[in-house]
């Protein structure tokens, strides 16, 4: 009776494992060129913001209905359209500069990537003091045909929050 049950849930086992579906293979060269084009995207976002091009930074962003970007707990923006919003709403005198550092990219699949990076945005006003916060983001990009987009991520803040 026990051979009978083992060799039952076996067969169960290897039914079920073989009617799902097959996760898409990266080779090791793939995988490599993935992390190095994210990583050359990170950068360009870090250029962009620091050199004030709200509008290049934001592009990084999908325009999609699925996005989103949480905050420290809660859905912050919904749509390329509000980050272009919040943007604009910092004024015409503030530049914000945006750094990574310690960031380890995961290949997922084809055409979508993990990033779990440290962060520290530094808002610069000439007009008034500027502040810096900072702490760790995680991040799901997908390749379009023009490049890497942010199609979810989420900030949190390191204790202690701003300076």
């Not at 073989?18 to 793939?30: E, K, N, Q, R, W």
């Not at 995961?106 to 810096?132: N, Q």
């Amino acid at each position: 009776m026990l051979v009978r049950r083992c060799i039952t849930t076996g067969a169960l086992l290897v039914a079920a494992t073989a009617c799902a579906p097959a996760s898409p293979h990266l080779t090791d060269t793939h995988a490599a060129a993935i992390r190095d084009s994210v990583q050359q995207t990170l950068a360009q976002i870090q250029r962009y913001s620091a050199a004030g091009l709200r509008d290049s930074t934001a592009r990084f962003y999908a325009d999609t209905s699925v996005f989103r970007w949480v905050e420290d707990g809660r859905v912050q923006y919904r749509s390329v359209t509000e980050i272009r919003e919040a943007l604009a709403a910092l004024g015409s005198t503030v530049r914000f500069e945006t750094t990574f550092e310690d960031t380890d990219v995961l290949p997922l699949a084809p055409g979508v990537a993990s990033v779990v990076t440290r962060f520290e945005t530094r808002f610069v006003d000439s007009l008034a003091a500027a502040f810096t916060f900072g702490g760790m983001i995680t991040m799901t990009l997908i390749h379009r045909p023009d490049g890497w987009r942010i199609l979810t991520g989420h900030a949190s803040s390191a204790a202690g929050g701003r300076s």
